[in-house]
């Protein structure tokens, strides 16, 4: 399977059926036919077929997903897109830098597109589950694209960078559901030693999260990483230390 079959677009919450069509015509018309659909409108409403035309195979063969995390579980890199910069929004590409990343990176693996809802994006906590971030330069005086728009682009640049060759690692990144299994025994770790604040232990697990989606650690890594935070629990654990002598 080349790139463009192992690449899922994911829309968070659509909110206008008419759009979910659009992007399907979208997506066909640069090859892709994953569509992935987190919660919003109905996939089967007679507006998202008129507005998809000849692409209603891909209209009809989206999955939906309850969260953003169960959508991309199978995937190894992700990229989330933004037109908001903030705090957590810093490290953000541009749409073909971040498709020449991916296309040097994905060897074998899957990938993601993110698209968040119409009116208001992706939140902060779906940007942290997805490993790049990337927005499309627009005029400032009006910057707001329709989400069919923006998933054209992307996918036009995705497979204009397949036709330019794919320099393929070749190393197997971890894929996002281990990731997640990491960080979440990360944060539990954490609360155990009282490194994190219990009042807002997302700030600096977000910063982690950016670390560790820099260092794009393989399975073996990954493991490594958890039988630490593992030994870290096990001396943490208050029965041990009253068994100290």
């Known amino acids: 399977m080349n790139l463009l079959d192992r690449t899922a677009v994911i829309l968070v919450e659509p909110q206008t059926p008419g759009n979910l069509g659009m992007v399907s015509r979208a997506m066909k018309n640069m090859g892709l036919r994953e ?18 035309v ?13 969260s953003l995390a ?7 890199f992700s990229i989330a897109t933004t037109r908001r910069l903030g705090k957590y929004r810093q490290e953000t590409m541009e749409p073909a830098e971040a498709v020449a990343r991916l296309c040097s990176r994905i060897g074998a693996g899957r990938a993601a597109l ?9 939140t902060t ?18 910057g707001s694209l329709n989400v069919a728009q923006a998933v054209l682009i992307f996918c036009y640049e995705l497979s204009r960078g397949i036709v330019g060759g794919i320099e393929s690692t070749t ?16 944060e539990k770790t954490l609360f155990m030693i009282g490194f994190l604040d219990e009042n807002n232990p997302a700030h600096l697990m977000r910063t982690l999260r950016r670390v560790f989606s820099r260092a794009e650690l393989d399975g073996r890594e990954v493991a490594v990483l958890r039988g630490m935070l593992s ?14 002598p």
């Not at 993110?114 to 992706?122: A, K, T, W, Y």
Request: proline fraction near 3%; glycine fraction near 6%; include cysteine.
């Open 171 to 186: 190393r197997e990144i971890a894929a996002t559901d281990d990731m997640e299994a990491l960080y979440g025994q990360m």
């Open 114 to 122: 993110v698209f968040g809802r119409e009116d208001n994006g992706l």
């Open 70 to 76: 169960e959508a991309l579980a199978d995937t190894t």
């Open 54 to 66: 000849s692409a209603r195979d891909v209209l009809l063969g989206a999955a939906r997903f309850e």
């Open 231 to 244: 030994q870290m629990e096990w001396a943490a654990d208050p029965a041990k230390l009253r068994e100290a």
């Open 35 to 52: 569509l992935r659909v987190v919660k919003g409108c109905r996939i089967d409403h007679p507006d998202a077929f008129k507005f998809a």
């Open 125 to 142: 906590d779906e940007l942290a589950l997805c490993r790049w971030q990337a927005t499309i330069p627009t005029s400032d005086e009006y």
